[in-house]
């Protein structure tokens, strides 16, 4: 018993993981305990809103190894019903060998089970409209460091983008699909009135309408299951990434001030650089005199720190970077310090006692 909890921890693990993902098809990917006899094996394997798609995926149960296999929702929720129209032709057979009374019964239990079902698509409905609302309040923080993206490449951060994005794609997908749900077609309130028995045709209509609204309910509340995973999963990564974020910035604002106090005693020299404008003027031109000097000084005299203080609009941090790497020889140590006090880019070079 202990081996199989330990097998199965581990298949919800990998049911994770995109490489060599471990899913069940019936319960959409997700591994539940009786799960372990029709686990499929993928050696990648990604959501996409409704569809799970596999590559190179093997399913134990049939014993089959494809190239690509694709699970939609759709059809594991039966939606629409492809059952209804077969299940309301034998339920006229049955209706047509009952009396009234037992009629009258049959239309009361079904107008109950349709209201009930009613107020589940309501309930479904308002979650999901909160969740839109979640999604929409939580968006515009993030807007403010679409430009800084930059500075994430090579950085531990870019996993959280990436399954941010992922996440991202798939809560719009779902959002989607969800509005996508359609009504069915009713019978037609003229159909009932000419009818030779306008109760059996109503009750009729009501089973047909019970049967499918029921598939519908069933559709909308799984879709919804799937956005509250994608926004758990949403908030998680936004709380990591605004923590690692915030502590960055107070280690890097202790480190600097260390640095600075330490840097006191040194000579020191600041060079401040211009902006480029909106006319699109170029960086390195437009401080060639200043760059020209802070070349030659990297080059032959005996510099200790560079210290670059630059605030958030800066553009031209990297065109900066750039040009103190290709001439610095390595005994130099260049520190970024963010100031939200500068309108330009400061340079404080410290050289050795």
Not at 68 to 83: A, F, H, R, S, V
Not at 263 to 288: A, C, R, W, Y
Not at 289 to 311: A, G, V, W
Request: glycine content about 2%; hydrophobic content about 40%.
């Amino acid at each position: 018993m202990l081996k199989n909890k330990i097998i199965l921890f581990l298949c919800k693990l990998l049911s994770y993981s995109p490489i060599l993902r471990i899913t069940d098809d019936l319960q959409f990917g997700k591994i539940e305990n009786n799960s372990l006899e029709r686990l499929r094996i993928s050696f990648l394997s990604f959501n996409f809103g409704k569809r799970i798609i596999h590559f190179f995926t093997y399913y134990i149960e049939t014993k089959e190894m494809n190239f690509l296999n694709i699970i939609n929702l759709e059809k594991l929720c039966n939606y629409p019903n492809d059952k209804a129209d077969k299940a309301y032709d034998s339920y006229k057979k049955e209706i047509e060998t009952v009396n009234d009374d037992k009629v009258l019964i049959h239309k009361e239990t079904l107008m109950y089970k349709i209201s009930q079902i009613e107020g589940t698509k309501n309930k479904t409905f308002n979650k999901y409209v909160a969740y839109i609302a979640i999604i929409a309040l939580i968006l515009p923080l993030y807007g403010a460091q679409l430009s800084k993206l930059h500075n994430f490449i090579g950085d531990y951060k870019v996993l959280f983008l990436i399954a941010l994005v992922y996440i991202l794609i798939n809560l719009l997908l779902f959002f989607h699909d969800f509005m996508r749900v359609r009504g069915y077609n009713r019978t037609r309130f003229n159909s009932i009135r000419k009818s030779d028995t306008p109760l059996k045709e109503f009750t009729e209509s009501l089973y047909y309408e019970w049967l499918t609204i029921k598939s519908e309910s069933t559709f909308q509340v799984t879709l919804i299951k799937n956005i509250e995973k994608y926004m758990i999963g949403f908030v998680i990564i936004s709380v990591l990434l605004l923590t690692s974020h915030t502590a960055e910035q107070h280690i890097a604002k202790v480190d600097n001030s260390i640095v600075l106090n330490n840097s006191i005693s040194s000579p020191t020299t600041l060079i401040h650089l211009s902006e480029v404008q909106s006319d699109g003027g170029d960086f390195m031109k437009i401080n060639d005199l200043e760059l020209t000097s802070l070349k030659d000084r990297l080059l032959y005299n005996n510099i200790d720190k560079l210290i670059i203080l630059y605030n958030e609009e800066t553009s031209s941090l990297v065109d900066l970077s750039k040009f103190l790497d290709m001439y610095n020889d390595g005994f130099t140590d260049i520190i970024e310090l963010r100031d939200t006090n500068t309108q330009m880019i400061s340079i404080i070079v410290i050289e050795e006692d």
